[in-house]
């Protein structure tokens, strides 16, 4: 079972918070936000997750709250933020309106690129440039979603509680790297390394990475051919594996999925309608 409020913490800091490595990472989504105003936009679900997303020159970034931002997308319930994210529900700025061309405009075609990469065609993924970029955002929307799934999930929280405190290092040889750090029993994440990691995850190419990712290779018989190393402690991997089978579950309605009109997922219409 899927919980819609744990899904709107993994759409919006997962998915959304990969903002900032798009453009980092694409050239078409840098040339988007280069050179225009700065614009932070605000997204509230009641009782659930409330953040920031601050689009600048050449990049974003993103906060937690709502409390300083140009536009507001407030929503009643979890489910019509999903909504939102799988394209069948349009908001109403409820702060911000007449900033709604950088929504229907700049952020759509951030959003539709953030897609293709997450549901890439079997064309894509044949251009080299194109592989590395969509798994790099893979490693780091599945480390998001460890996190957010060990703090909200009935069934992650379970094993977010026998975590002992410290960083847990999710690596691609030569590649990129994020970090899932738990205190207190409450998970965090950054997309990016950590200097003094105590378990390590490390997959031996990106290439191996990927087809963990889409599910074609065992990952223990993976870690039995060395091809995937794994140290520290032990027990703070295990749980972190037990987190990452929900990650799957989740990821699988947050990936997006083509719609009769030929939309993906990370889509708003042009034309608002009410919550």
């Known amino acids: 079972m899927k919980d819609q409020k744990t899904l709107a913490y993994i759409n919006l800091f997962g998915i959304l918070g990969a903002l900032g490595k798009l453009a980092e990472l694409d050239d078409a989504a840098r040339a988007l936000l280069t050179g225009i105003k700065p614009i932070a936009l ?30 507001k997308l407030a929503f009643s319930t979890a489910e019509k933020f999903n909504g939102m994210i799988d394209g069948t529900v349009t908001p109403i700025p409820r702060k911000g309106f007449t900033h709604i061309g950088f929504l229907t405009g700049t952020f759509v075609k951030l959003t539709d690129i953030l897609t293709r990469y997450l549901r890439p065609s079997a064309e894509d993924l044949a251009d080299e440039r194109f592989f590395e970029v969509s798994t790099t955002l893979m490693l780091y929307v599945i480390a998001g979603a460890v996190a957010q799934i060990g703090n909200h999930d009935e069934v992650g929280r379970f094993s977010a509680s026998n975590i002992v405190d410290g960083d847990v290092l ?20 950054r997309r990016e390394g950590t200097a003094n990691p105590r378990a390590v995850m490390e997959f031996a190419s990106i290439r191996l990475a990927r087809d963990l990712f889409d599910g074609r290779v065992n990952a223990m ?33 947050t990936a997006g999925r083509e719609k009769e009109n030929g939309t993906q997922n990370l889509y708003i219409r042009k034309q608002p309608q009410a919550l």
């Open 170 to 189: 999710l690596s691609i040889k030569g590649g990129p790297q994020a970090t899932v750090t738990a205190r207190n029993h409450v998970l965090s994440f």
């Open 42 to 71: 605000g997204i509230a679900v009641s009782g659930g997750p409330h953040a920031t997303l601050r689009f600048a020159d050449g990049g974003c970034t993103q906060t937690e709250g709502v409390d300083r931002c140009d536009i």
């Open 221 to 253: 018989a993976c870690i039995g051919r060395k091809e995937i190393t794994v140290g520290g402690v032990i027990s703070m991997l295990d749980n972190v594996n037990r987190i990452l089978d929900r990650v799957a579950l989740y990821l699988a309605c």
